[in-house]
Nanobody, 121 residues
Framework: QVQLVESGGGLVQAGGSLRLSCAASRIIFGFRINAMAWYRQPPGNQRELVATITPGGSTNYADYVKGRFTISMDNAKNTVYLQMNSLKPEDTAVYYC?????????????WGQGTQVTVSS
């Protein structure tokens, strides 16, 4: 079973920065990562996409984080990062890592356990 381990969440003041990390492990032979992504779920709201990245480096961002957040990936370590700058109170949420793997003609999606990010005003 693929495992995603997230780290880097915490409490920060508005305008501050945090860096989230997510390492994927237990990827068996014959499977490859198609993409990794960060989602978030603000209090009382549904989970929403923050940013995605492919192993080739193609990225996509939600409008509300463009210019403030940067997603990156270390292919050798199967690790995705999210650098969050100029944080706002509305960025407060549980942040989840996601990866989509493909292998033997199928795709599989896996989620991390989530890490809390709290931005105080």
């Amino acid at each position: 079973q693929v495992q995603l381990v997230e780290s880097g969440g915490g409490l920060v003041q508005a305008g501050g920065s945090l860096r989230l990390s997510c390492a994927a492990s237990r990827i068996i032979f014959g499977f490859r990562i198609n993409a990794m992504a960060w989602y978030r779920q603000p209090p009382g709201n549904q989970r929403e996409l923050v940013a995605t990245i492919t192993p080739g480096g193609s990225t996509n961002y939600a409008d509300y984080v463009k210019g403030r957040f940067t997603i990156s990936m270390d292919n050798a370590k199967n690790t995705v990062y999210l650098q969050m700058n100029s944080l706002k109170p509305e960025d407060t949420a549980v942040y989840y890592c996601n990866t989509v793997l493909s292998g033997y003609g199928n795709e599989y999606s896996y989620w991390g356990q989530g890490t809390q990010v709290t931005v105080s005003s």
